[in-house]
Every structure is written in structure tokens, then in C-alpha cells.
């Protein structure tokens, strides 16, 4: 938009690089131009400013395919004024001189015309489309004809108007349809999903078989190192039993000879002894051969106390002295005589 400074007489116009200026003075053309700037008398001139920057147009209408589907169509067309006078003198585009704004509204009724003529050339196409093929093919498709439509419109040329570009965003069906139709893919894409799924499901089935099977072999190996274990600490058992049983029979044998030896030795040393106290006693008895029985008796009881127990006091009597006397052959003095001995201590 324009500024306009404005003093008591005259006022001063300054445009801006994107917008064409026309003056009129008295009917004719005193400036004309984008980015003027200029001195103008209020009460004689006549502005006019057309913007000459490309401008987008969104555009969103329905339209009914083939099989009498509806759809909307969602687009924007890019334009430009090429002909800024040709377009001044087709719509008002004279703006005051108190403010530099628009006294109409001359973009709206260009872009309804545009509207217009792009939706006319849409719905041309659509209509003799299915709905499939809308959807599947139609952006390019619709784009391209209301390209190549607005080109050759007559009101557009006559208007000093050009398009730039034409874009389709979406042409997109009624909710339901569009649910219906999504419905399909979104089925195959649940049953994917499933697929996918089970597959996994079964992987870990398989996974856990061979971990099952891992963890048996695992358990089969133990069990038969196990059993080699057992079987060769009984045989680690057996070889020391076997072991063992040697060196007893070792030990036994030793020891069986070494007693059978210690007997020789202990009934040799015996057969001496007897033979020597056999020859002792062979010249005891021989030394004792002449003696008188009243000796040997007489030693004989000498042997006999150093043998009996301590005797503190001992009777003899006739009764029991006399038998001993006469064997020895001794006869006593009268058989009614009694003896009194006392005797002192014997050890």
C-alpha cells in the first residue's frame, strides 16, 4: 500500500516496488509505474494502484465423479498481473487520495473470477472420472487441467492476467467413503501386523524348543559325565581297595613272619632254657644223689619257708610230726611224749 503525506495545498505520493501507480491528471496519464513517487494536486488527480506480485489463491470446492461420488477438491492457483493497465481498466482499482486505500474491492472480484474459471475446468474433469481414479490419478491429472485451462481463458487474457502455478493438495471423498475405502488397506495392513505377529510368536516357540533342547543335551551330557564320574570313582575305589587288600596281605604277611620268626626265636629260647635248667636239675639231682634223706628233708624245708608267707607263731605236735619222722625213718623217743616247740619269727 501506498503512503501519502499530505500538506495544505498539494500532496506527495510514494509507491512501493511491488505495486503499479497510474496518475491521472485532467483524463490523462501524468505518472505511471511501480515505485514512483511524485507531487499531485488532490482535486485534480486520479490514483490507481495494481499490485503486480504473484499471488496465491487458495481455492476448496466439491465436485461429483462419474460413479456420483462426492469429493472435495482442495487447490491453490498462483497469478500475476502482467497487464497492470489492462487490468486497471477492467476492474477499479483507484484508491483515495486521503489514505492511499482501495475505494472497492477489486482484488475479491479477481480472484472470484479466477475461482470460478479453475473450478469450472475441476469439475469438468472430475465429473468424467471415477472415484477411484480421482483418488488414485487425480492431483497431477486435475492440476494439469486447470493449468492448461485458466492458459487459454479469454477473460483471464483480457484482464492482463497470467497464471503462475496451479497446485492440488487433496481431493479427498466423502468420511464414510473415505473410511470405507481405507478399510481394506487397513485390514491387510492388521493382517500384516498379524502375520508379523504370529511369525514372532513362532520364532519364540522355535527359539524356546531349541533353548529346551540345549538345556536336554546339556542335562543328557551331565548325566553321562556323571555316570563316567561314578564309574570312575568306583573304579578310583576299587584300585584303592585292591590297593589296600596288597598292602594287608603285604602288612599280614609280614607281620605272620615276622611273629612266626619272634615264635622260633621265643621257643628257641625256650628249648635252651629248659635244656639248661634240665641240665641244672640233672646235676641238682645228681649233687643230691648220696645225701641223706634227713638232709634233703631238712632242705627241703628250708626251701619250703623261704617259700611260705611270714609265720608269726607255729605248734607242732606229735600227731602231726610223727608221720614225717618215721618216713624218714627216724623213731621217736615214746609215743605218749609231747613236744612243745615255739618258735620264733621265720621269713
Known amino acids: 500500500m501506498a503512503d501519502i503525506t499530505r500538506l495544505p495545498v498539494v500532496r506527495h505520493f510514494r509507491g512501493t516496488p511491488t505495486g503499479w501507480v497510474q496518475h491521472l491528471r485532467r483524463g490523462r496519464v501524468a505518472h505511471a509505474g511501480t515505485g514512483l513517487s511524485f507531487w499531485f494536486m488532490p ?9 503486480v506480485d504473484d499471488r496465491p489463491v487458495p481455492l476448496v470446492f466439491h465436485g461429483r465423479t462419474l460413479d456420483f461420488q462426492d469429493v472435495v477438491v482442495q487447490a491453490s492457483v498462483t497469478y500475476r498481473v502482467h497487464d497492470p493497465a489492462l487490468a486497471a481498466s477492467r476492474f477499479d482499482f483507484s484508491i483515495s487520495s486521503l ?32 472415484l477411484t481414479q480421482a483418488l488414485t ?36 471423498p466423502e468420511t464414510d467413503v473415505e473410511r470405507a475405502l481405507q478399510t481394506p488397506t487397513r ?51 576299587r584300585r584303592q581297595a585292591e590297593e589296600a587288600a596288597a598292602a594287608g596281605k603285604i602288612q599280614t604277611e609280614s607281620e605272620a613272619e615276622r611273629e612266626q620268626r619272634l615264635g622260633e626265636a621265643r621257643a628257641l629260647s625256650i628249648r635252651v632254657r629248659g ?12 649233687a643230691y644223689r648220696d645225701v641223706s634223706e634227713a638232709i634233703l628233708f631238712g632242705l627241703a624245708l628250708r626251701e619250703l619257708a623261704g617259700s611260705l608267707p611270714k ?3 607255729l605248734v607242732l605236735t606229735p ?16 609215743p605218749t611224749a609231747k613236744r612243745h616247740a615255739a618258735s620264733g619269727k621265720t621269713s
Request: charged share 25%.
Open 43 to 51: 482535486l485534480s488527480a486520479v490514483l490507481s494502484e495494481v499490485p
Open 99 to 130: 489514505n492511499g486505500k482501495w475505494r472497492s474491492t477489486p482484488l475479491e472480484s479477481l480472484t472470484g473470477m479466477l475461482t470460478e474459471a479453475a473450478q469450472e475446468q475441476a469439475l469438468a474433469l472430475i465429473a468424467s472420472m471415477t
Open 137 to 172: 490419478n487425480g492431483l497431477a491429472v486435475v492440476a494439469e487441467r486447470i493449468a492448461a485451462g485458466l492458459a487459454i481463458d479469454p477473460r483471464l487474457s483480457q484482464t492482463g492476467i497470467s497464471i503462475v502455478d496451479v497446485h492440488v493438495a487433496a481431493i479427498r
Open 187 to 237: 485390514e491387510g495392513i492388521q493382517q500384516e501386523a498379524d502375520r508379523a505377529t504370529f511369525e514372532r510368536r513362532a520364532l519364540a516357540v522355535e527359539r524356546e524348543r531349541a533353548i529346551g533342547e540345549n538345556e536336554l543335551q546339556t542335562q543328557i551330557e551331565l548325566a553321562r559325565r556323571e555316570e563316567q564320574l561314578v564309574a570312575q570313582r568306583g573304579a578310583n575305589a
Open 275 to 286: 635244656e639248661a635248667e634240665g641240665a641244672a636239675e640233672t646235676a641238682r639231682v645228681a
Open 311 to 313: 609265720i608269726s607263731n
Open 319 to 334: 600227731d602231726l610230726i610223727t608221720p614225717v619222722l618215721t618216713r624218714f625213718g627216724v623213731v621217736p623217743e615214746a
